[in-house]
């Protein structure tokens, strides 16, 4: 992240005459090989464009993020945005300062911003500093920063759709550090043409946060996952969404919203900040057996940014905790099976032999039972079975059950769902016995 072109401060006649030798052998891999941001600093850019307003596109995190300082118009809500943005991102493990922000386009030269201090993981964004647009250089003060209306000789550009080759270039300065930094992809200065009429008048002309160097990353990307997932009653589900710019880019400090629309759990929210890496997670419980969906959205002042949506299958195990248990020669779409009772090593004949005969069938020592996973349980009903069972039940599939002093031990091969007849009792001389009716993993 923050990489780009940059050059240090002069250092001499001698050193600059080396440089120049050096450019003659590097001259074009440098063209091609941004060097990475110093120190751990990110820097983006970005065009903020709320005239013309497209979600996808406007540069966010913005003004009211998570951890972020924004130097720009306020409030929000009274302000229109027609500039170039610049963003900082603390990726180091220390506090630093962000001592001035100076922006060079052409003869433009804009600076004036206050300093930051940034916390680990924070950002500052600065933008023009009052409602609206300007045409050609507007002075030293950020006041304005339609760096899009600025051609070769500071002159307005409105409406010009012949590209001019100007990079702007941004000197950060941080700890009293000053490096400065390529926008090579001409993002300030929308490709180097007015971008509010070309290719078409009245385009927006805003880009998403772009490292800068890179060449502009219009749009954004916001992933949620798993595509499904299943868990059992009473146990948690988690979700995890990743807000990137088109070019996959991650977006930190940004809050994301997310939506149960529709299922046993419709309706419950819930909030989280992207991190480091772009992504931010919501984590939830279900007392309904049924099928949530999801959908997670990122929100800022021109719009909505939509996720794709994802869901959640919740199913009962035994009430209580814990899971019933057959054996893997059971394990056939439709057929009859064992799960509890005095006989449950004679019905339920393994792979791998036979089960100890004090097992009954239930294991009470995981609360999340899933495909992979081990279990332990103790003798008979010892393990304190529910009074009653659900009509339809996830139950664990086993290949191999060993008993070594009190402890019965056991594996997942499978975990399916079962029908359940009439009889079942908490005691082992009721046996429970169904019909499988799909599996789950």
């Known amino acids: 992240m923050g990489e780009g072109l940059r050059r240090g401060p002069s250092r001499g006649p001698h050193v ?91 003869p433009c030269l804009y600076t004036g911003w206050p300093a930051a201090v940034l916390s680990p993981g924070a950002d500052l964004i600065v933008a023009q500093l009052a409602s609206g647009a300007s045409d050609g250089c507007s002075g030293p003060s950020p006041t304005l920063f339609d760096t899009s209306d600025i051609g070769p000789n500071g002159e307005g550009y409105v409406g010009n759709c012949t590209r001019n080759s100007m990079q702007p270039t941004v000197d950060v300065t941080v700890n009293g550090q000053t490096t400065t930094y390529t926008d090579a992809g001409q993002v300030l200065n929308t490709g180097g043409v007015d971008g509010a009429y070309c290719p078409l008048p009245g385009g927006n002309e805003s880009i998403q946060w772009t490292t800068i160097g890179h060449t502009p990353c219009r749009g954004s990307l916001l992933g949620l996952a798993p595509t499904t997932q299943t868990h059992g009653v009473g146990t948690i589900a988690t979700v995890t969404a990743t807000f990137t710019n088109k070019c996959g880019q991650p977006l930190s400090n940004v809050e994301v919203h997310f939506t149960a629309t529709s299922g046993p759990n419709a309706g419950r929210t819930g909030t989280g900040t992207t991190d480091a890496n772009g992504t931010a997670t919501f984590s939830y419980s279900s007392l309904a057996t049924g099928t949530d969906t999801l959908r997670a959205s990122v929100n800022n002042i021109a719009g909505s940014v939509g996720s794709n949506p ?59 039972p899933w495909c992979g996973q081990t279990w332990t349980t103790r003798p008979g009903n010892s393990p304190h079975p529910p009074k009653t069972v659900p009509s339809m039940m996830a139950v664990i599939v086993a290949s191999h059950i060993t008993k070594r002093g009190p402890v019965i031990s056991g594996d997942i091969v499978h975990i399916v769902l079962v029908t359940t007849n009439a009889g079942y009792g908490p005691n082992p001389g009721h046996p429970g016995t169904g019909t499988i009716v799909g599996q789950v993993c």
């Open 310 to 368: 994802v869901t959640v299958i919740w199913i009962a195990f035994a009430p209580g905790g814990g899971a019933f248990v057959i054996s893997d020669l059971k394990d056939v779409s439709g057929g009859s099976v064992y799960w509890w009772g005095a006989q449950w090593w004679k019905n339920d004949h393994l792979s791998s032999g036979l089960a100890p005969a004090s097992f009954k069938g239930l294991e009470l020592s995981n609360t999340s």
């Open 16 to 106: 600059a005459i080396a440089g120049m030798l050096a450019g003659l052998v590097l001259g074009s891999l440098a063209t091609i090989m941004p060097a990475s941001a110093s120190s751990g600093i990110g820097v983006f850019v970005g065009y903020a464009d709320s005239l013309r307003a497209d979600a996808a596109n406007f540069p966010t995190p913005w003004a009211g993020s998570p951890q972020t300082t924004f130097e720009g118009c306020l409030p929000v809500a009274s302000c229109e945005y027609d500039g170039g943005a610049i963003r900082i991102t603390n990726n180091t493990g220390s506090t630093v300062t962000v001592n001035a922000i100076a922006v060079h386009l052409g």
